[in-house]
C-alpha cells in the first residue's frame, strides 16, 4: 500500500485557538505542558489549548495517547514538567485550595472504600465538599437514587462509574473534569450520561471530557482536540476537524484497465491515491466534482466501477488518519536520526 | 417537609473547614474498622491480652533491679502494645489498603488537603488506640495494684507522642509496602525492636549501659519512658526533655519522609 498525503495537521493548532478567543473568558488554559514520568518518559509533550467558560471540551484520543497524564495535571494532582496551567486563573497544583472548591473531578478509575455504603460515601464526600447538595439529590442526579444502601462491592462497574460522577456533582461545580465517563457503562447508560452531561453543559458549566469513543466526541463536544503520542494533533469544532481531511472515494478497477486510463487525477481534484490490488482510493478536498468527472468517465466507457463507495471525511477517518501520520512522522524522524548517526 | 429542606440547604451550602473535613473522613473510617473484623482483633483484642503474657516472664529481680512494680511493668508493656497493634499496624494495613484501592488518589482530587488525608484516616485508629491506654492504665490500678501517677503529665505527653509518632510511622512503612500482604511483613521490624529494645517488655535497666543508651534513642523508647517515669516520677526534668526531644525528632524525621516517599497510588 502506498499514500500521498498533502495534508497533515500539525500540533500548534491549540495556539491559533488561544489566539482567537477572549483571554477573560477562558476557564482553562494550558501552554506548551509537559509530563515526564520519574522513568523517564515523555506522556505529554508541549501541549497547548484553552477551553472557555460554559465550553464542552473533549480531549479525544487511542490508549496512552497522554490523556489521562493531561487531565491530572489540569486537576492538580501532579506538577507539570514543563509549561503552564490555569484553571479559573489559578494554579491547580500549588493554588489547591482556591481551585478545588470550584471544579469536580471524576477519575478514570475512582476508588471507594468497598464497604462502604454508596450513601456513606456520599456523605463522607459532603463533608469535604463546599457548597454540597444533598446525598439524595446527587444520587437521584445518576439514577442511584434506589442503591443508597448498597455496599460499593456490590454495584456494577457501571454503577460504580455513576457513583463516581455523583460525587464529581456533589459540590454544583464550575468546571467539570470527567476523564472516561462513560467506559464500561452499556449503551443506556452511556446515553444518561450523555444526557446529564448536556444537561450540566445548558446550565453554565464547563465540561473538560476524555474519551476515545467518537461518537461520544462528536455528539458532546463544542471543540475538541486529538491527542497522539503526547501531542495535539488537531483541534477544533467537530466539523472543523473533520472538514481538515479529504473526503475519499474508492472503487475497484474495471479488468483490462489501468489507473492511467482514468482521466488525469489533478484534473478531477484528487490530492492523493492508493491502490490495493484493484481497489482505487482517490482522496480529494472537492467530493462532488471528483465524484461527477469519475462517473462521466466511467458512463462514457462503458465501464462499472464495482464496490464504489464515496463518502466525505468523518471524524473517525480524521482520527485514523492522524494516528498514522504521527507514527509515520515519527519513523521518518527515527531514520533521520539512524542516518546522522551513521554520517 | 419544607422546613428540613431549608435547614438542609443552609447547613451544606458553607464551605468546609480542616475540622468538618477531618471528622467526615475519620467517621467513615470508623465505620470501615467496625466492619473489618481482623482489624479490630488487632486494634483492640490483641493490645489487652499481651500484656498478660509479659506478666509470666517478668522476673522478680529484673523489675527489682529496673526499680519498677508489676503494675508499671504491665501498664507500660500495655500502652506500648496498644501502640503498636491499635495504631501502628492497623494504619499500616489501612493506609495500604486505601491506597490500592486507589480511594487515597480520589480524596485527592477533592477539597482535603494531603494532610488531612492522612490524619483523617488515621482517626479512628489513633482514638481507639488513646482509648486502650486509658484502659491499660484503669485495668492495671484495679488489678495488680497501680498506684496513682506522680507526674501524670509526663505520661500524657509520652502517650500523645507516641501516638502522633506511630501515625506517622505507619505511612512511611506503608509507602514502602506494596500490597497488603507485603504490609504485614514490612511493619514487623519495628513492632519487634520496639517489643524488646524500648523498654516495653523488658526495662532497658538489664541492658549494659552503653547499650541500653543506644536503645533508648529507639522510635518507641522516649514514649516509654515518659510513661514509666510518669508513674514512677523518678525522670528528671532533664531526662524528661531529652525524651521528649527525641521523640520530636522521631516525629520530624517520620513527617519528612512521608513527604519524600509517600505513594498516593498504587505503582504501575
Redo the contacts between chains.
Keep these: 500500500m502506498h499514500a500521498h498525503d498533502s495534508a497533515h495537521c500539525r500540533p500548534t493548532a491549540g495556539r491559533e485557538i488561544l489566539d482567537h478567543m477572549n483571554t477573560d473568558d477562558h476557564v482553562i488554559e494550558v501552554t506548551d505542558l509537559r509530563r515526564v514520568y520519574g522513568g523517564g518518559f515523555e506522556a505529554v509533550r508541549g501541549i497547548s489549548f484553552a477551553v472557555g467558560r460554559g465550553e464542552l471540551f473533549a480531549l479525544l484520543g487511542t490508549n496512552g495517547a497522554g490523556k489521562t497524564s493531561t487531565v491530572e495535571l489540569l486537576e492538580g494532582l501532579a506538577r507539570p514538567t514543563a509549561g503552564r496551567v490555569r484553571v479559573l486563573g489559578h494554579d491547580p497544583y500549588a493554588e489547591r485550595g482556591l481551585v478545588r472548591p470550584r471544579i469536580g473531578v471524576m477519575l478514570q478509575e475512582g476508588g471507594f472504600p468497598s464497604e462502604l455504603t454508596v450513601g456513606e460515601a456520599v456523605r463522607m464526600w459532603a463533608g469535604c465538599t463546599s457548597g454540597s447538595r444533598p446525598t439524595g439529590e446527587a444520587l437521584e442526579l445518576v439514577g442511584l437514587g434506589h442503591r443508597a444502601r448498597v455496599r460499593i462491592k456490590q454495584l456494577s462497574g457501571g454503577e460504580k462509574r455513576r457513583l463516581d460522577l455523583a460525587l464529581a456533582l456533589l459540590g454544583r461545580p464550575d468546571v467539570l473534569f470527567l476523564d472516561e465517563p462513560t467506559t464500561g457503562l452499556d449503551a443506556e447508560g452511556r446515553v444518561e450520561t450523555w444526557e446529564l452531561v448536556r444537561a450540566l453543559r445548558a446550565s453554565g458549566t464547563t465540561v473538560l471530557l476524555t474519551t476515545h469513543y467518537l461518537e461520544e466526541a462528536e455528539s458532546l463536544a463544542d471543540r475538541l482536540a486529538i491527542m497522539h503520542a503526547g501531542q495535539l494533533a488537531a483541534s477544533g469544532t467537530p466539523a472543523e476537524v473533520t472538514a481538515a481531511q479529504p473526503s475519499q472515494i474508492t472503487f475497484q478497477l474495471p479488468e483490462g484497465y489501468h489507473l492511467g486510463d482514468l482521466p488525469p487525477l489533478g484534473a478531477l481534484g484528487v490530492t492523493a491515491h492508493e491502490t490495493e490490488g484493484r481497489t482505487v482510493k482517490l482522496r480529494t478536498d472537492v467530493l462532488q466534482q471528483a465524484a461527477t468527472q469519475l462517473l462521466l468517465w466511467a458512463r462514457d466507457a462503458g465501464v462499472e466501477l464495482r464496490g464504489l463507495d464515496v463518502r466525505s471525511a468523518s471524524l473517525e477517518e480524521a482520527f485514523l488518519r492522524i494516528a498514522r501520520d504521527v507514527k509515520q512522522e515519527a519513523r521518518d524522524a527515527r531514520e533521520a536520526g539512524d542516518k546522522e548517526k551513521v554520517a | 417537609m419544607s422546613a428540613a429542606t431549608t435547614t438542609?440547604?443552609t447547613t451544606?451550602?458553607?464551605?468546609?473547614t480542616a475540622a468538618?473535613?477531618l471528622?467526615?473522613?475519620g467517621?467513615?473510617e470508623l465505620?470501615?474498622l467496625g466492619?473489618?473484623k481482623g482489624m479490630l482483633v488487632t486494634a483492640i483484642v490483641i493490645p489487652l491480652v499481651l500484656p498478660l503474657s509479659v506478666q509470666q516472664t517478668l522476673k522478680g529481680d529484673m523489675l527489682e533491679k529496673a526499680g519498677l512494680t508489676m503494675g508499671t511493668a504491665l501498664l507500660t508493656a500495655g500502652i506500648g502494645f496498644a501502640m503498636l497493634f491499635a495504631v501502628y499496624s492497623a494504619l499500616v494495613n489501612i493506609y495500604v489498603a486505601?491506597r490500592e484501592?486507589?480511594?487515597?488518589?480520589?480524596?485527592?482530587?477533592?477539597?482535603?488537603?494531603d494532610r488531612e488525608i492522612l490524619a483523617g484516616t488515621a482517626l479512628p485508629a489513633a482514638l481507639i488506640g488513646l482509648a486502650q491506654c486509658v484502659v491499660v492504665a484503669v485495668a492495671c490500678t484495679a488489678l495488680v495494684g497501680l498506684e496513682a501517677p506522680r507526674a501524670p503529665h509526663l505520661a500524657v505527653l509520652g502517650v500523645l507522642l507516641g501516638t502522633v509518632l506511630m501515625v506517622a510511622l505507619g505511612a512511611v512503612t506503608a509507602a514502602f509496602s506494596r500490597t497488603a500482604e507485603s504490609a504485614q511483613v514490612s511493619s514487623l521490624p519495628l513492632m519487634f525492636v520496639s517489643m524488646i529494645g524500648s523498654g516495653m517488655t523488658v526495662p532497658l535497666e538489664v541492658f549494659p549501659d552503653r547499650l541500653a543508651s543506644v536503645l533508648e534513642l529507639l522510635p518507641l523508647s522516649p514514649a516509654m519512658r515518659l510513661v514509666r517515669g510518669g508513674w514512677t516520677g523518678e525522670l528528671s526534668a532533664y531526662e524528661a526533655l531529652g525524651a521528649a526531644a527525641t521523640a520530636v525528632a522521631w516525629v520530624l524525621l517520620a513527617v519528612f519522609a512521608v513527604q519524600r516517599w509517600f505513594r498516593w497510588e498504587p505503582r504501575r
Excluded: N, Y
Excluded at chain 2, 451544606?12 to 468546609?16: E, Y
Excluded at chain 2, 487515597?104 to 488537603?113: A, P, V
Design positions: 438542609t440547604t451544606t451550602g458553607s464551605a468546609t468538618g473535613r471528622a467526615a473522613l467517621k467513615a465505620t470501615l466492619r473489618s486505601r484501592e486507589l480511594v487515597l488518589k480520589r480524596l485527592r482530587t477533592g477539597e482535603l488537603r
